[in-house]
Antibody, heavy 116, light 110 residues
Framework: EVQLVESGGGLVQPGGSLRLSCAVS????????ISWVRQAPGKGLEWVAN????????YFVGSVKGRFTISRDNAKNSVFLQMNSLRAEDTAVYYC?????????WGQGTLVTVSS | QAGLTQPPSVSKGLRQTATLTCTGN????????AAWLQQYQGHPPKLLSY???NRPSGISERFSASRSGNTASLTITGLQPEDEADYYC???????????FGGGTKLTVL
């Protein structure tokens, strides 16, 4: 069974940092791109970043460039999203998803709240 | 980064057919096609189709997707109460090297 499990969300002050993790099982992790997608409360989906199979290629939405980094550990079947200089508008549920030309498997999400 | 354009809401009757649209440009929808996702409140999205018309295993044949130029469409036949959900399209935008989403369409089954 394919599973993606996010962790690391929580409440953080503006300007702070958080590191999200996505633990994957049920498929050959090292063969797939992985994306992070977020959804602000009551809003639509927004793609945040993705990373290729060996971590050599990463892409980001413009609003997080220079603040977020994405990485992966294929030995541990995990993807990470390091979020720095957080802003109120980064408040959202963050999902990781298997990226196959459409995201075909999703985690349940982890909530990040940026507030003082 | 400009997103894709979807109508905010569509309402159709039980057992009718609904067609949802998603308009982009030649750098995204017209480039490699669109994907469609269904989302219920409080749940993660579920992929219904990808690269225009490919349906993942387990997705009902009542859901079919297509594309004409820079506009993608999702057609849902024989509407059921459980089809009431939010529907999103997405596409890779080659001009900005990023996935872009539509704003979502809330489908109401009357």
């Amino acid at each position: 069974e394919v599973q993606l499990v996010e962790s690391g969300g929580g409440l953080v002050q503006p300007g702070g940092s958080l590191r999200l993790s996505c633990a994957v099982s049920g498929f050959t992790f090292s063969s797939y791109w992985i994306s992070w997608v977020r959804q602000a409360p009551g809003k639509g989906l927004e793609w945040v970043a993705n990373i290729n199979q060996d971590g050599s290629a990463t892409y980001f939405v413009g609003s997080v460039k220079g603040r977020f980094t994405i990485s992966r550990d294929n030995a541990k079947n995990s993807v990470f999203l390091q979020m720095n200089s957080l802003r109120a508008e980064d408040t959202a549920v963050y999902y990781c998803a298997r990226d196959t030309g459409g995201c075909d498997y999703w985690g349940q999400g982890t909530l990040v709240t940026v507030s003082s | 980064q400009a997103g894709l354009t979807q109508p905010p809401s569509v309402s159709k009757g039980l057992r009718q057919t609904a067609t949802l649209t998603c308009t982009g440009n030649s750098n995204n929808v017209g480039y490699e096609g669109a994907a469609w996702l269904q989302q219920y409140q409080g749940h993660p999205p579920k992929l219904l189709s990808y690269r225009d018309h490919n349906r993942p295993s387990g997705i009902s044949e009542r859901f079919s997707a297509s594309r004409s130029g820079n506009t993608a469409s999702l057609t849902i036949t024989g509407l059921q109460p459980e089809d009431e959900a939010d529907y999103y399209c997405s596409a890779w935008d080659s001009s900005v090297s990023a996935w872009v989403f539509g704003g979502g369409t809330k489908l109401t089954v009357l």
